[in-house]
């Protein structure tokens, strides 16, 4: 079936950086978007942006341009997701989720998300 | 950015009952609007796209209707697996964005 599943939980100081993995199986890699999500502790999910696994092309929310970079390996089926400047509010669970039909940006299914912790 | 916002907050409902949860788009959104489950500690689980279409393996109890900016997720016999936090989401703007959740509690 089709799974993502995603690196450990991780703890940085701010302005740290920290990379996030997906590793994905079950399915055509390249032939789907990935997508990834955060949700800060007792608020609500926010989307971060896409990436087209085919040709590794991003689309990115404003909120993060700059700091955010979604990136892929299609030899082990794997995105990742870097986020520079990390402050405190970036404390979240991200997670990555793939885009089951082109042009159709829903969700299906989730990775199991990675906890970022920033904190002195 | 289209905005979402659901309705109730918190719903509690016997076993057996039916719980009707809202969904409301700031502008239209079409049909382009999908329904996730959240258990604590799991990963979100799609429930309905295209507002109303049952995603795979998701059992008839659930129900998703609407379009434009009004949005309902039925659920017509409450089972205690159902206990969780439900969220609505849009993909017909590039920006996508979701609604605040409602929690469903069982009475």
């Known amino acids: 079936q089709v799974q993502l599943v995603q690196s450990g939980a991780e703890v940085r100081r701010p302005g740290a950086s920290v990379k996030i993995s997906c590793e994905t199986s079950?399915?055509?890699?390249?032939?789907?978007?990935l997508h990834w999500v955060r949700q800060a502790p007792g608020l609500g999910f926010e989307w971060m942006g896409w990436m087209n696994c085919n040709n590794g092309a991003t689309t990115y929310a404003r909120k993060f341009k700059g700091r955010v970079a979604m990136t892929r390996d299609t030899s082990v089926r794997t995105a990742y997701l870097e986020l520079t400047g990390l402050r405190y509010d970036d404390t979240a669970i991200y997670s990555c989720?793939?885009?089951?039909?082109?042009?159709?940006?829903?969700?299906?299914?989730w990775g199991q998300g990675t906890l970022v912790t920033v904190t002195s | 950015e289209i905005l979402m916002m659901q309705s109730p907050g918190t719903l509690s409902v016997s076993p057996g009952e039916r719980a009707t949860l809202s969904c409301r788009a700031s502008q239209s959104v079409s049909t382009k609007l999908a329904w996730y489950k959240v258990k604590p500690g799991q990963a979100p689980r799609l429930l309905i796209y295209g507002a109303s279409t049952r995603a795979t393996d998701i059992p008839a109890r659930f129900s998703g209707s609407g379009s434009g900016t009004e949005f309902t997720l039925t659920i017509s016999s409450l089972q205690s697996e159902d206990s969780a936090i439900y969220y609505c989401q849009q993909y017909n703007n590039w920006v996508l964005t979701f609604g605040g959740g409602t929690k469903v509690e069982i009475k």
């Open positions: 989720a793939r885009c089951p039909q082109a042009g159709l940006n829903y969700f299906d299914p």
């Open positions: 079950g399915y055509n890699f390249s032939g789907h978007y």
